[in-house]
């Protein structure tokens, strides 16, 4: 059974930065796109960052300059490194992982959310 388990949340100050990283375990064959969205109170979820098998990445034009996604293919795991926080960068992140596992095949999985909370 696949599972995507995300830590490294919290409160910080503006400008300051955390690293969020999500780990995929299971029976995993080959894992494609990994990514980051996340959804604010009240909001609809928005992708964040994303990041191809090759290394690839986008991002959202918010984010842009001040947010890294990075991937350790052999750990199974994508990281989100955030700097320069501002208040309207808090929400709940979600990581996203679309893999191949055994049996389940083919499927894109979330992790649980993490809360960032950025205070002025």
């Known amino acids: 059974q696949v599972q995507l388990v995300e830590s490294g949340g919290g409160l910080v100050q503006a400008g300051g930065s955390l690293r969020l990283p999500c780990a995929a375990s299971?029976?995993?064959?080959?894992?494609?796109?990994m990514g980051w969205y996340r959804q604010a109170p009240g909001k609809q979820r928005e992708l964040v960052a994303v990041?191809?098998?090759?290394?690839?990445?986008n991002y959202a034009d918010s984010v842009e300059g001040r947010f890294t996604i990075s991937r350790d293919n052999a750990a199974k795991a994508v990281y989100l490194q955030m700097n320069s926080l501002k208040p309207e960068d808090t929400a709940v992140y979600y990581c996203?992982?679309?893999?191949?596992?055994?049996?389940?095949?083919?499927?894109?999985?979330w992790g649980q959310g993490t809360q960032v909370t950025v205070s002025s």
């Open positions: 996203n992982v679309d893999l191949t596992s055994w049996p389940e095949g083919r499927h894109a999985y």
């Open positions: 299971g029976i995993i064959r080959s894992i494609n796109d």
């Open positions: 990041i191809n098998l090759g290394g690839s990445t």
